[in-house]
């Protein structure tokens, strides 16, 4: 069935270094992409929605030179987390909507979960 | 701007009660509604979609327009309904994500 992946589920980095998530979705076409971010007990906070090459859109006071996303095929999506701080520690998720199974859904991440030094 | 309303954070109910999870919207045009579980340690999975007028696992979900209302409604609890419960107002190019409200049922 139709699935969506994250690589790395989790990740610890230094300060002032750059962290890149990759969501692929498996078995389905994804039109589109979504990136979250989750605070601990808060609800997911959509961050940009991208679509297969062209650029992301990104909600506002989220900043696009610190959150690259690329999207080069209709399965995957990455999230480059540039010059990270300890205040970009988060859990980051993905979802890939898509027609799947004769169904157009939004299938989710399993997320990644990012803590900088 | 399109906002999900989840007014309850947690909401504590006996095995065998009836639950309903409140859900509000506020969106101009024809809303595309939908109710995400998250099971413990699980990603989010999808629970039910308005257009679908589905019942999965015993849950069911009405939209009502003149309220701009979709809440979940379940007649009797299970212990393995325990999670939280996220309302989505979405389309192809925006998403919206109510707050959140985690169910514990009780034995």
């Known amino acids: 069935g139709a699935v969506v992946s994250q690589h790395p589920s989790w990740v610890i980095c230094k300060s002032g270094t750059s962290v890149k998530i990759e969501c692929r979705s498996l078995d389905f076409q994804a039109t589109t992409m979504f990136w979250y971010r989750q605070f601990p007990k808060q609800s997911l906070m959509l961050m940009a929605t991208s679509n297969e090459g062209s650029k992301a859109t990104y909600e506002q006071g989220v900043e696009k030179d610190k959150f690259l996303i690329n999207h080069a095929s209709l399965t995957l999506s990455t999230l480059t987390v540039t010059s990270a701080h300890p205040e970009d520690s988060s859990f980051y998720i993905c979802?890939?909507?898509?027609?799947?199974?004769?169904?157009?859904?939004?299938?989710f991440g399993p997320g990644t979960r990012l803590t900088v030094l | 701007a399109q906002r999900v309303t989840q007014p309850e954070k947690l909401l504590s109910v006996f095995k065998g009660a009836p639950v309903e999870l409140k859900c509000n919207y506020s969106y101009s045009g024809s809303p595309e509604l939908f109710w995400y579980v998250q099971y413990s340690r699980q990603r989010l999975q999808l629970l039910l979609r308005h257009i679908s007028r589905e019942s999965i696992k015993g849950f069911t979900a009405d939209l009502n327009k003149g309220e701009t209302s979709f809440h979940l409604k379940k007649p009797f609890a299970q212990e393995e309904d325990s999670a939280m419960y996220y309302c989505i107002s979405g389309g192809y190019q925006k998403v919206t994500f109510g707050t959140g409200t985690k169910l514990q049922v009780i034995p």
């Open positions: 979802s890939a909507r898509g027609v799947a199974g004769g169904m157009d859904t939004q299938y």
